[in-house]
Every structure is written in C-alpha cells, then in structure tokens.
C-alpha cells in the first residue's frame, strides 16, 4: 500500500532538478499512505515526473523501492496496492526465461507488462491497486485501477499540465491545479453523500473508474485526454452471472445447493489466504456479524497462531457491537483487542475529516471506521475486512423493503398514486405525531419525535415516483432535488437511471445489488476504508472482492443469497462451518454514530458556524433557505434531517480547509 503521484507537462520547459523538486513536494502530502521510503523519478525530456512514497508490506529491502525499472529498461511504474497472485505469477514468468532481484509484486507486474500487452497482463492480476506505468520507449502514460476500485486515482488536465494521484492534495500541491469547484458534482454529493466517478469535486479532474485503464499518448506535442477502457467489467459479469443463475433455477444447467455451498468455501478460503501474504503483522477488523465472523474464520483456519482481531466498543447501546465481537473471538480463539471509545472521542475526529477524506464525504460512518483503523495500527500493517457482504449477498435492510413496496405500488396508475403522495405531504410531519393519537405505539417504536412524520413523508416520496428506473434512486437519495440547493448547480443523470446504461435484470432486487456493487461500493464504502486506514499508514483487504468470488456469486441464484427472508444464505452456510449461529443470528446493526443527538446538542455550535445565513450567502455555493428551514426542524424536534445537515455540514468544513487554499 503506498501513495503515488506525478505529473507530464508536455511544454517540457523545466530542468529535471525543477520537476524532480515540485514532484517531490506533492509525493511528501502523501507520507501518511507511505511512512517508510519516497522516490522520484524525473524526465525532462518527455516533460514527466513520477512521485512515490511507501508503505513496506512485502519485500521490505531496497529492492522494493519504487519508482521501478523494468529489467529491459523500457518500463517505469508507481504502484498502490498489492497483486495477491504475484507468487504463481512469479512461476510462470520465470518458465518464460525471466529472472528477478528481489521478491516483490511490483518486480512481478513490471515482468508481467514485458511479456504480454498492458491489458492482457492487467486481466492476469488478482489484486487491488492503482498504478501509473510509463512506457519510455513509445512515451506513453498508462493509469489503471483494480476491477472493484478498492484503491483510487485522480487525473485530468489543469491549463497545460496532466496531473495524477492517489489523493486529491497531491494534485493541489501543483502551481497549474485551479481550485475551481464542480457544481455538478455538488449536486451529486447532496444526493447521495458521496461523489460517484467520474466525477471529482473539482472542474477538470476525474476518477479513474473501476477495472478501467487509461492510455496517455505523449509522444505529440497536443495531447489528448482519451476515455478510459475496461479491461473488466462488473456489468458483464452480473449479465453473464445472471444468465447462467437463470439456467441452474429454469433445470437447464445442474444446481446442488451442497456443492455450491462447498465450492464457495473453497473459494473464499483462497481469496482469504491470499490476502494473508505479509512481511508485516497481519490482523482483522471483527465486528461480530456475518461478513466479518467469516473472513476471521477463515483466517484462523489457516493460521497456525491466533489471528489479531480488533473491535471498536461505543458506550450507546444501540451503536455497539463489542460484545458480540468478542463471543466470536472468543470461541475462535482469536487474539482480540477491544477499546471503548467515549462520545467525546469519537467527535474529536470531525475536525480531521476534510484532511482525510480530501473531497466532501458525508458518510457518517467514516467516524468508526477511522477509529478502529487506528486501533488496529497500534498492533498491526495490514488488515483484512468483511466489506462487499451486503452488496453481493442482499444484505441492506432496504433490499426487502423496496422489493415488497414497489412490487405493491407499481400497479397503480401514476396519477393516483402522486394525488395521494400530494395529500400525505400537505401534512407537516410534526403533525402526524401531534394530531394521530392512534399511532403513538408507533411513535414509541421509532423512540423519537417526529419520527412517524419522517416515515410518512418518505412514503409519499416513494408513491409520487413515476418510473421504476427512478425508485431506487429515490430511496437512496438524500436531498432529493439537489439542483434547488446548490446556485448554479446542474444534476448530471447517474448511470443507473440512465435509461441507455441500465441492463436487464430479473427482479428489482437484483438491481439495487448491482447499482450498490457498482456505484455505491467502490465511491463510498471503498472511499471510507481506504482514506481512514491510510490516515493511520494501514493496508486494509477485503477478500469479499475478490474479482473471481465476485463472479462466482453473482452465477448463484438469488434464492441462495436471501432464502425466506433471511440475508446472507450462502455466505452464512459457509460461516455455520466455523462458528454457531447462536453467535451470529441477531437483527443487523449499522456502524455509526448518533448524528441526530449530537446535532442538536454538543455539536450544535460547531454546525451553526458552518450553516450561518450570511456565511452561506457569501460563499456563494448554497441557496441558505432551506438549508436553514432543516436545521430549525431538526432542533424543534419536527423531522430528523440528520443526512441531509451532515452533507452539507461536511462539504462547509471541507470548504473552511481547502476552499480558501
């Protein structure tokens, strides 16, 4: 895991003493993601610089260091991340007449991309990463990211200059980047709290979207920005998946659920035990439910010593799983760490959010997981994680709901159904708990004021949706019309209500796993593991992702994931192996924290700073009216607008960091 940078300026007007200084200063904003060692490499001649720093995971001698050359002298690569196949990689090279130096997997990929065409050496890795290769011989820049987008890489053009990094201030470091804010991707963060690739929250920057590669020919003087390719592509491996799914439930193919069930676990002890190659102490994220359980389960069946399992305990009930965590170490007889965390901790990381997560990101579990990243980096380099459960196996509370409520809506005209949302809305929320004594036991169930309002309102949202191709984004949106908030602001249509993206699919459910899969996944989830773990120099692997699970998963009928309204089959018949389900069964519980209290108590203060009227009318980005009729209804008690208020709570405090930079 490293952090990796650089730049190609193809006026080629500075000495290599310049680049190699400039290149230098944005690779050193990177330190966290590379503790251990730095290097350059610099080319005045071709207008390019390459920066990197290190994280030391395997091969932790000099002969690691990277910027790398290739044996023949042709390729020079940067690279984050790790090729978990590099072993068997690394045989088949050497069959081939190649020699090597040290044991690393960049010596690998760089042998890799001498023998076969970039792509088709890309399509042999089993791997997380992120990499820049520059070809010295045809002065071609090629970027690539892993086929789930685990790691990230930013590029796009400022003036004259190509820039590229692993994160957002590597780039700013540059004196050609503009900090010009993309309202369209403003708009995009309000929906849906984070800011899905390819967009960026800056004017001419984009991200590399996942299992793409990009191909930069810098042998003219103009040069182009041309489209990134898939190399793979998530989208066909659901179709070819679901297909195949298709035929083992219609009897055209042979289906055995036992067979199936011992195959995966096969599989996914592979994808565990390949992410369990270090040079460093290895451990993992235990939560105590199923995605997490499994995966500590696997490693300890293939660990000849206790696995290092670490938990973050929270003092609110209904925020901790420590408990349920340490049952599982318990009986897995794990070496499990644990450490509870008072409010005023937790809180104490909001200020540091902006720097870490260097673009607006409002998923307020971002709290814990930097937490826990940085418990386990008290004792460990590497950690494994359970994330991708939910994704692929229909783990979201919201799956079931949206099925069963769309399935029931969707046969009334239109019309009356949006009369009927219009009704519904004309009732304020704090109305429907004030003037409906007969829903009070409904009221007492949601444990809070104004909760049943809340409740009603989204069903009237849900009701006035037109199309099923909206419905989904409906019921993941945050601000529903964004384009009403930010000035200036135009909403760009997301691929998956874009009626010439979407693919067909045989029920709803598996929609909204492959929307999630795609878009969700790599652009939040991925974005808040990656940034809170190496805001503390931690590797984090998820072997959930790994590509051929991925695809496995996705071939298994959808009865084999949620069977009688249970989440998880599959993956919980393979943990049933390793651990009882007394341990496991219990009602799913989110990793977060009580934004909603603490909005209108301890952080009150913090939150009207930011949301000042004339503050927001003098930034220039934000229509303050209602954003300042939501923060007065969430203090009155009338509604609890928690998501909304933290998105643009966290977009103002990373403004205040880097909007006046």
């Known amino acids: 895991m490293c952090g990796i940078t650089g730049f190609i300026e193809p006026k080629r007007e500075r000495s290599n003493d310049e680049l190699c200084d400039l290149v230098t200063r944005m690779a050193t904003t990177l330190q966290h993601r590379g503790p251990d060692d730095s290097g350059v490499w610099v080319d005045a001649a071709a207008g390019i610089a390459l920066g990197h720093r290190r994280l030391s995971i395997i091969d932790l001698s000099p002969l690691g260091h990277q910027p790398m050359l290739s044996a023949d002298g042709r390729y020079l690569i940067i690279f984050n991340g790790e090729i978990y196949n590099f072993r ?69 053009w400022q003036g004259h200059t190509f820039l590229f990094g692993s994160e957002l201030k590597a780039l700013r470091e540059h004196p050609s980047f503009r900090n010009e804010v993309n309202r369209e991707a403003l708009t995009l963060f309000l929906r849906y709290s984070y800011i899905p690739a390819p967009y960026s929250i800056y004017t001419g920057i984009h991200k590399l979207p996942a299992g793409t590669l990009l191909k930069l020919d810098c042998s003219q003087a103009q040069v182009a920005l041309p489209q990134p390719e898939a190399y793979w592509s998530l989208r066909e491996a659901v179709q070819t998946g679901v297909a195949q799914a298709s035929c083992l439930q219609t009897g055209s193919l042979r289906y055995d659920v036992n067979e199936t069930i011992v195959q995966f676990d096969e599989l996914l002890r592979e994808a565990v035990k390949l992410r369990m190659e ?139 159904r949006q009369t009927v949302a219009r009704a519904i809305q004309s009732i304020p929320a704090g109305a429907w708990t004030t003037s409906f004594g007969w829903m009070k036991n409904t009221i007492a169930k949601y444990g809070r004021p104004g909760a049943v309002g809340d409740k009603m309102h989204k069903v009237a949202e849900v009701l006035a949706i037109a199309h099923e191709a909206n419905f989904y984004q409906m019921l993941i949106s945050h601000w529903k019309e964004p384009e009403q908030i930010v000035i200036g602001g135009r909403e760009p249509c997301a691929a998956f209500v874009d009626p010439q993206q979407q693919i067909a699919l045989p029920s709803f459910m598996h929609h909204m796993m492959y929307t999630d899969a795609a878009i969700y996944l790599p652009d939040d989830i991925l974005v808040k593991v990656d940034r809170a773990s190496m805001a503390v120099s931690l590797e984090s692997r998820v072997p959930l992702l790994d590509h051929r699970v991925v695809e496995f998963v996705w071939r298994v009928p959808l009865a084999m994931k949620l069977r009688e309204g249970k989440t998880k089959w599959l993956l919980r018949q393979v943990l049933y192996k390793y651990v009882p389900p007394a341990l496991i069964e219990r009602e799913k519980m989110g990793f977060g924290v009580p934004i909603h209290e603490w909005l209108r108590g301890p952080l009150r203060e913090w939150a009207e700073a930011l949301l000042d009227e004339r503050r927001l009318q003098q930034e220039g980005f934000f229509h303050p009216q209602p954003i300042q009729q939501k923060w007065q209804e969430h203090q009155r008690g009338e509604h609890d607008w928690q998501y909304y208020l933290w998105d643009v709570l966290m977009f103002q405090a990373w403004l205040e960091e880097w909007g006046r930079r």
């Open 88 to 156: 068997a990689l690394r045989e088949e090279l050497e069959s081939l007449g190649h020699k090597f130096r040290g044991h690393s997997d960049t010596e690998i990929m760089l042998a890799a991309f001498v023998q076969w065409p970039v792509q088709a050496a890309l399509q042999r890795f089993n791997g997380m990463f992120a990499f820049a290769l520059w070809d010295r011989h045809e002065r071609n820049l090629y970027l690539a990211r892993d086929r789930m987008g685990e790691k990230p890489m930013y590029y796009g």
């Open 278 to 416: 270090a040079d460093v102490p290895l451990g993992a994220f235990l939560s105590g439910g199923i995605d997490s359980s499994t995966i500590v389960a696997l490693m300890q069946a293939q660990s000849s010593r206790p696995v290092k399992t670490f938990t973050m305990g929270f003092h609110e009930s209904g925020y901790n799983e420590a408990e349920h965590a340490k049952a599982v170490a318990q009986y897995l007889g794990t070496e499990h760490t644990e450490l509870y965390v008072t409010p005023e901790e937790t809180r104490a990381v909001i200020p540091r959010l902006p720097m870490m997560y260097d673009e607006p990101f409002s998923d307020s579990s971002q709290i814990p997981t930097f937490l826990v990243a940085q418990l386990a980096r008290r004792h460990v380099t590497v950690s494994l994680s359970g994330d991708g459960g939910d994704e692929l196996f229909a783990g979201y509370k919201h799956y079931q709901a949206g099925q069963k409520i769309w399935s029931k809506i969707k046969w009334l005209p239109a019309s009356a």
